[in-house]
């Protein structure tokens, strides 16, 4: 799946490519409000929302508050929320996952992106003027215009990070107007006992076969980096929730698709206190957080909501604390004075768990071989099913979370399944409804971008299939975007490269005919964490490219209302096998982890190189060496048997025969999947 929305620059860039909510049997001009008729017109799927208002607008007054601002995320700013935290959604009636609101007492505006417009017509009433456009900048000159000067405009500060409250700050400074903290927030009072309850699911260690180390391993690691810090840090602050579950083996289940759990850590030089629903954890966890207490090594167990005042009298000492300015609210940031933080944008917890272990990337390749079991599965029943009329882009949606769900230490899915077909594909971000889902046809394209949480790893993987004849557009398209994938999937580059210097190779071959996508190449990806795990990416703002590291690779490529095609697959930064050597560390590759063939119909190999061929061909090696005997072993024959159809060798032209081997293909393949593809047939 795409990166995370809230990078801006990504959101900017999608501006091309999403025009809209699809719509399917309704017709546009009665699906969408339209508020210049008297009295004016709401569809169905519009939220009255004026009792709310007034209700806010009557808090806002008790607080002498002129606008209110109100975001779209959480106080850890998670990508994906729980409904406790969906204040925006709630107060507006706005589903969309990015967004901000202003409320004054007369007006009420929401800013979205292009992807969420036609949305946001479905689903306000006419309480509220859609702006369209995401930036602060545009944010505060409305707020300049709607409030005379004196005036106090609001937030939580618990809900916006440090930059972005340093946004407004910067649209506000020098018109008089005062951006005024206020830590009551003022949606949840007037939310009250409407507001669902908090999570109330177990916290859970992780067993030992699943993690990378230990706790106290990853514990004594940070304490180091710590130490050798020129700034000797006496503490790291945590507030991103896969911080705190991944240094302490925890997982659970508050926000969808994510197993995490609400929390804050602050990991001293000599003490560790975690912020958590104490109750909620599980007997054995406690025992293993606890088990050497007092000493350094002791976990000491605070209620969430006393976070805030621990790290106030913290702060109060001559120490240092260390955070990441990325995720870190300015809630908890203006409580430590400015010469005692030490501010990075990710903390060393958020680097430490980019780059996986030895082990942690056996667990990723171990859930990566299930998962592409139950892709496999699902093409081949598509395959079968689509020409009998008998799919639709929903059921589909279940099939495959169905398939997954029954593999071996599933958790469900890692994201809201998209599953798209024809012209519903070209808007990149598309999932079926219940209410609107297209039918698959052996006529039309199809892209699903699915993926799975297992104990042993976060998957997310992207084909696109067509089961009839592509028109001549559609194939040099996808053949296109695979070029994409295997350039940059099989290019070799020196050590900490930065993602953005690399990613054009996976659009070299979309550039050479004028074609391009407008979004992200790829994000990192965790083990039983976030699908789109921070910093590690191809984007401006993703730290260097290191051994050890996951990423996706997805290029694409979109054709407004006809067609949409991604090829995403995972892969894994290794240490290349290079004949030369520039300094002192290895250059690097990847070795792609995701195994679940492209669709032979879609290739037109005239295109291909005779170095892509031979990459390909080992790639599907690989493929028929990991999964096969799994496929096997779980007596899925008919799957199998597929597997082999669709992983034959493609031939080498006779352009290939005379281009010297200087880079065999398996001399392409990293080493440890080699071992691997050994592995498994010993076990096989
Ligand atoms: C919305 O709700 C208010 C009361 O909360 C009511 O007065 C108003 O008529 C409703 N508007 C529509 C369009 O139904
Ligand atoms: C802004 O808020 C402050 C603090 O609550 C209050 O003292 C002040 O009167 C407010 N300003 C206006 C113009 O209401
Ligand atoms: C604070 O701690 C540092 C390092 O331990 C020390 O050099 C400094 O003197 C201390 N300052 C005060 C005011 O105690
Ligand atoms: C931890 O930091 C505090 C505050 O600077 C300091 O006084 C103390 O000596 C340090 N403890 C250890 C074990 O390093
Ligand atoms: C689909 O929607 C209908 C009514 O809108 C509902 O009865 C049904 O349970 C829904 N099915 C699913 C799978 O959500």
Not at 169 to 182: D, E, F, K, N, V
Not at 200 to 226: C, D, H
Not at 608 to 619: D, G, K, M, T, V
Request: with cysteine; glycine share 8%; hydrophobic share 40%.
């Amino acid at each position: 799946m795409h990166p995370p929305q809230w990078i801006a620059a990504w959101v900017l860039l999608l501006h091309g490519c999403a025009t809209g909510w699809p719509l399917q049997g309704t017709s546009a001009r009665t699906s969408v409000r339209d508020c210049s008729v008297d009295p004016p017109y709401l569809p169905p799927t519009a939220t009255n929302t004026t009792a709310r208002l007034a209700a806010l607008r009557g808090t806002m007054r008790a607080h002498s508050v002129h606008a209110y601002i109100v975001p779209s995320t959480d106080a850890h700013m998670s990508e994906y929320i729980a409904e406790r935290d969906s204040r925006l959604g709630w107060l507006t009636g706005f589903t969309g996952s990015a967004g901000t609101v202003v409320v004054t007492q007369d007006k009420a505006a929401l800013w979205t992106d292009s992807r969420y417009w036609t949305q946001a017509e479905r689903q306000l009433d006419c309480n509220w003027e859609l702006q369209r456009t995401p930036w602060i900048e545009s944010i505060g000159l409305w707020i300049l215009e709607a409030v005379p000067a004196e005036g106090n405009i609001s937030l939580d500060p618990f809900l916006f990070s440090i930059d972005t409250w340093n946004s407004y700050s910067q649209a506000l400074r020098g018109s008089g107007r005062t951006l005024l903290p206020i830590e009551t927030n003022l949606v949840d009072q007037v939310w009250g006992d409407q507001r669902p309850p908090p999570a109330s699911g177990e916290i859970y260690s992780l067993p030992a076969a699943f993690t990378g180390s230990s706790w106290q391993e990853k514990v004594a690691g940070i304490r180091q980096q710590m130490k050798q810090h020129v700034r000797r840090p006496t503490a790291v602050l945590l507030s991103g929730l896969e911080e705190t579950a991944w240094l302490f083996n925890l997982r659970g289940d508050d926000i969808p698709y994510n197993p995490v759990f609400y929390s804050y850590t602050l990991l001293t030089n000599s003490s560790i206190s975690l912020f958590v629903d104490k109750r909620r954890l599980a007997a054995a966890a406690r025992q293993s957080l606890q088990a050497s207490c007092p000493g350094p090594l002791c976990v000491e167990l605070w209620e969430y909501g006393q976070a805030r005042a621990q790290l106030q009298y913290y702060a109060q000492g001559n120490v240092t604390i260390w955070l990441g300015t990325e995720y870190t609210t300015y809630g908890l940031y203006s409580i430590i004075p400015q010469e005692k933080l030490l501010e990075d944008s990710y903390s060393p917890v958020m680097l430490a768990k980019a780059v996986k272990n030895a082990k942690e990337q056996e667990l990723l390749r171990a859930a990566h071989v299930r998962d592409a079991v139950a892709v496999i599965q699902y093409l081949l029943w598509l395959e079968k099913m689509v020409p009998q009329g008998q799919v639709d882009e929903f059921s589909g949606a279940q099939y495959i979370d169905a398939l997954r769900q029954a593999q071996e230490h599933s958790h469900g899915p890692s994201f809201q399944s998209i599953s798209a077909s024809g012209l519903n594909a070209a808007l990149a971000h598309y999932s079926p409804s219940n209410q609107s889902s297209r039918k698959l046809s052996v006529g039309e394209m199809y892209l699903s971008d699915t993926g799975g949480q297992y104990l042993d790893g976060t998957t997310d993987i992207t084909r696109t299939v067509h089961w009839g004849v592509p028109t001549p557009l559609q194939k040099e398209a996808y053949t296109r975007v695979l070029m994409g994938n295997i350039d940059l999937s099989r290019l070799i580059f020196p050590p900490n490269t930065a993602g953005r210097v690399v990613e054009s190779f996976a659009r070299r071959a979309l550039w050479d005919v004028g074609l391009n996508y407008g979004h992200g190449t790829g994000h990192g990806i965790g083990n039983f964490l976030s699908v789109h795990e921070w910093p590690v990416g191809f984007q401006s703002n993703n730290v260097p490219l290191t051994a050890g590291m996951f990423t996706s690779i997805e290029p694409g490529y979109y054709r407004d209302g006809e067609f949409g095609i991604r090829i995403e697959d995972v892969a894994l930064v290794v240490e290349a096998q290079t004949e030369h050597q520039t300094g002192e560390k290895p250059f690097l590759t990847f070795e792609v982890v995701s195994l679940v063939p492209y669709d032979r119909n879609l290739i037109d190999l005239s295109l291909l190189s005779p170095e892509q061929i031979r990459y390909l061909n080992a790639y599907y090696e690989t493929i028929r060496a990991r999964v096969g005997p799994e496929l096997l072993r779980q007596q899925l024959e008919e799957a199998y048997g597929w597997l082999q159809r669709s992983t034959e060798p493609f031939p080498l032209g006779s352009a290939a025969t005379t281009v010297a081997a200087a880079t065999t293909t398996l001399g392409m393949l990293p080493l440890a999947s080699l071992l691997s593809v050994l592995l498994t047939r010993l076990q096989a």
